[in-house]
């Protein structure tokens, strides 16, 4: 009874409920081990499973297969040439489908799972024997006798075939319930009791690993994972997913790995991260082809995005409607909109951090694709041998070819252009030393008509050295430098000339994390940045301009901060984290400082004085002290309540007051006159996960208050203004809101469901009427949309073929409308109300996509793809705005809506990867 | 920044589609407002040296026509810093001027006081009187203009036109920060046929047109202190192959006032992109001085006038793209001056 051989897989919802007992009742191990073994059996034998009645002689075992999913509507899921060469001659009489099987596989060394009642997973034998419940089950009783004697576990996840780290996987001992998740590198590090246990390594889109590993002493165990689409397709519908949203402590974070972001409907055909990441709870966006994101009621300015460790001040190319991000170089995207760990800082709002991959070490690979606007192509290949590779990436647009059929000429005449190359190489120096060096540099431009033309870039590097003590101490090192340069030319004489601005910027960081035991965890570091603003220098284009040279002074600062924190389970339900992030800013000479009389508004004729300072003298020094908290309590098996605060500070900010920012704005640094923006956020959330954690819920509830944010005058004027201190107006602003999420994985239908209720409101309340906005009360944010429903979802048709959705619904974003006319000199004047006191149409969108694989060979040398896609299926005109023209004839001035895509838009992109 | 968004409506413009709709939208009823425009110059000119006083119509009114609600029987004073006032006389339709022999003073400041009917009080914050530099001289070029218009099958097609484009150009002072405003006032010269029978009536005529500039026009001289300035003003239509004499006005505006025009410039040329900044209210220099929270449209100016103007012959650049022109036949004893508004058959100064 108790050699159950049948059935090797035990469904992890017992396995999970068993481990609770364990941990209570440690004394009835041995018996509940064969508990769980009995009701393995029982399962496999009572769940009407199908009976056979058939023959075969010396039929090809593929046949057999074939014959047995069309008799008993099975769907057999194995790798052909597991099968191939294998002949079987057997007769059944109303045998049970498990023993039939297990008959029938025995000659191909094959052994299988059932998934469910339908579904029959076959695996080699070899793969398999590690669940013989004979081991299982002596090993678990061994394992009960051992005294509590604390060894740690360490290693790496890395793919099988590229060598790359696996940066999220999740890595479990299964039967004590205790895991983590690898960090950047793939390392993960588990400190746990003495014993022998079953290691599972997950990580999505590859087969999971699973193996017994004996803990007596601390070891490293490096684990290897092999992609799910060159091994078994299909094996993913039955990878469960982690239950890492319950049990961790983390809120308001979303990952997105790269294999996600592919299959979601894209516009234009493009697989783009930040478009992904817009159809995340609490991120939204002011409307299409609009530059950056907002997450929970921050500006776009508030949001850090860093690629390789390296801040980003632009993240689009092409106004928005293509990200920085090379698709084919990220492995992995983190957005932290709540819960910011106290590593992180300098922006109040949250965290994009995009991880770029390694290059394959083990083998060249040749990929890329051709769309209707830009075209990609990346190669990566070891240097040495499983130790050191590199990736090389290069991007390029050409939407020329499509201006070309636009009926305007001023239009044709235009051009535009993007490229943007990523190189990373990495050298495992040695088993404790790591070395990465990671650069990116990218340029934009587009002409109108044959007149002004407009630029912009960024260049930036990464350097960062690993450094692993032992098994509890980690180090690791960063320094980046950057460069983002804009500007605008203008050719057209006498008003010809170049506009360039600059932000220079060099940061370095170190951080340490030190896990002394299970229960505790410690991340220590100290970061440290450098930057300097040219906000302006105009040039006279050639003799012949009138114009005069300006240039605005240079504003350079120093930003340092050191944090602290501890992560601390409590006991298996309880667990804390809490750090302190101490951020120190000094605006830096040399440099003039208005001093504005405090009586009045400040104008530039209310300026009292002029402070000079020297080289490197300081204007002006803040300091914050940025608290993070966060707690979960588990309230079951699958459920727990987290709640959080975060404090961030900002002292950079974007100046803009266009309703979605353009590449060419101004950015500044705080000086006397600009305090630096700080957020307060407090979180509650409720997270469940249902059958089998391949149903994940969540609820939060967020509340935010910020403090000196940048708002404008009315009519102010950013560019080339030298007091534009006196444009800018102090604000405060709240914003609250309610995520609720429903995500489904490791199914066949995959996808999320979200709802967001938000608000995001300013305030302006200064001493005088000019420094108040519509007279001191709250108005709605430029960006505040309160309601918000996403749906993606993804459906495996078959084995090559998937469909996929998106379905977005918004509110409209404010805006001012008139409300009254009246005739000044004889023009037509119109009288605003107060600022954003209406709203433009709802905003909602319906997108598909249909990606075929080229090709199901195991290994093929030659991988391609083809992705069709319809944006904006039903073609909706989502407003993009409203405005109004005047009128002539001394008619009411209309109201027009914009829109910016009309109609729907259909693309196709063929995609390739090859491979030596 | 409007064209980065034309741009932006191209790069997915594989199908033509970006579009502009009229919609309806709901804002909301308010009160009528008092609209004041005046302003004082140191010409001696009772067609510049005006304030009209109008209501607002509200936005969502049932007619969609802006009525000119003229406000009548008001008292109207300009003081001067001396503490002096001229009180205006009220002329038809809500305009009240200063006689014909007054005018401002450079280096002046003046403010407006107004009662209306009711009671109701109202005051200006006083402005500078500054000179206007002269203008070198008003230049124009024959230009064709290409836009893109929406066809009646809604198909987007280009659309190109014929004009005249008028420039002011002017030394521009250096040292001080200087504002201006242009407009311009049109006179163009016309036929008609008529049959050989006598007495031969008038086939020459002269229209005077009023003001031809139908936008605010200003300019700063943060970006071009001291040096040449060229501005332009107005274009005018390539219609019939005759003379056209126009004369355009500078005036010298104060920072605040300059600010007001600015704003109401860029008012008249937003195109609703996400580029452009969000509308705004417009804030003038007059107040309420009887209810403090009461909001007045407009604002009242002093400014310096200068003038040039420049005849254009017209016939050297016909035929034009609208087709020949034929004068169309007047039946006597009428003459061609009923074919057009404000004309004259007596040759104007300046032809």
Redesign the interface.
Known sequence: MLRCKVAPFIPAAHIRQLHLRFMKRRYHYFLLAVLMLLSGYTWAQDTGQPRLTASYQNQPLKAVLQDLQQKHRLRVFYQPDWVEGIQVTKTFEQEPLTSALQKLLEKARLSFVLYDDHTVVLVPLSAASIFRSDTVLSEAAAAGQVAERIVTLSGEVRSAKTGEPFIGATVLLVEIGKGTVADEQGRYTLSVPAGNYTLRVRAIGMVEDQRRVSLQQSRTMNVELFEVSNQLREVEISAKAPDHNVESLEMGVARLSIQEVRKMPNFLGEVDVLRSVITLPGVTTVGEGASGFNVRGGSIDQNLILQDQAPLFSASHLFGFFSVFNPDMVQDVTLYRGGIPARYGGRISSVLDVELKEGNKKAPILSGGIGLLASRLMVEAPLLKDKASFVLGARGAYPGLALRYVPDKSVRDSDGYFYDFNAKVDYTLSNKDQLMVSGYLSRDGFRFGADTTYTWGTATATARWNHTFNDKLLSSVTGVVGDYDYGVEAETEPYSYTLDSEIKYKQIRADLNYEPTVRHKVGLGASSSWYEFSPGTLTPGSELSSLLPVSMPRERSVEAALYLDHEYTLNPRISVSYGLRYSSYYNLGPGDVYVYDPESPRRESTIIDTLSYSNGGVIQQYGNFEPRASLKISLGENSSVKLGYNRMAQYIHLISNTTAASPVDIWKTSNPNLRPQIGDQVALGFFKNLQDNTIELSAEAYYKKLHDLVEYKDGARLLLNSTLDADLLPGEGKAYGLELMMRRKGKKLTGWASYTYSRSLRRVNGPTPEERINNGNFFPANFDKPHDLTLVLNQQLTRLISLSANFTYSTGRPITYPESVGYIDGLLIVNYSDRNQHRIPDYHRLDLAFVIDGTNKRNANWVSSWAFSVYNVYGRKNPYSVFFKPAYGGTIPQAYRLSVIGSAVPAITYNFKITR | ?K???????????????????????Q??K?E??L?V?G?ITDRPDESLNKV?L??????D?ES???F?RPVLGAYVKILDNRGTGFQLIEGERGVYFLPQYLAGEAGQHYRLYIRLPDGREYESVPELLQPSPQMEHVTYTFKEF?E?VRNGSG????QTSEGFEVYATLADPAGTANYYRW?ATGVFEYFSRAPDALPIPATQCWSFAG?VT???VTAGD?????????QTVVVLPADMPTKYLVRVRQYALTAQAY?FW???E???S??????????????GNLYSLSKPAE?V???FGASGVSEKGVLIDRAVHAPFRSGPYEPPFVVPPQDCRILFPNSTAMKPAGF
């Not at chain 2, 198909?155 to 280009?158: A, F, S």
């Not at chain 2, 943060?222 to 060229?230: D, I, P, S, T, V």
């Not at chain 2, 937003?270 to 209210?281: E, M, T, Y």
Request: aromatic share 8%.
């Open positions: 920044m064209r980065l968004l034309s741009w932006l409506v191209t790069v997915v413009g594989l199908s033509s589609n970006a579009c502009v709709d009229p919609i309806a939208i804002t909301g308010t009528p407002q609209v425009s302003l009209s109008s209501w607002s119509e509200p936005f009114g969609k026509v802006v000119n290409t893109v198909e987007l097609v280009e407009d003001r139908g936008r605010a943060r970006l071009f202190n001291g040096n040449m300035h060229k600010e600015r704003l109401f860029q008012q008249q937003s195109v609703g992109s996400i580029f452009d900044p969000p509308p705004a209210k417009i804030r909001e449209i407009g604002y």
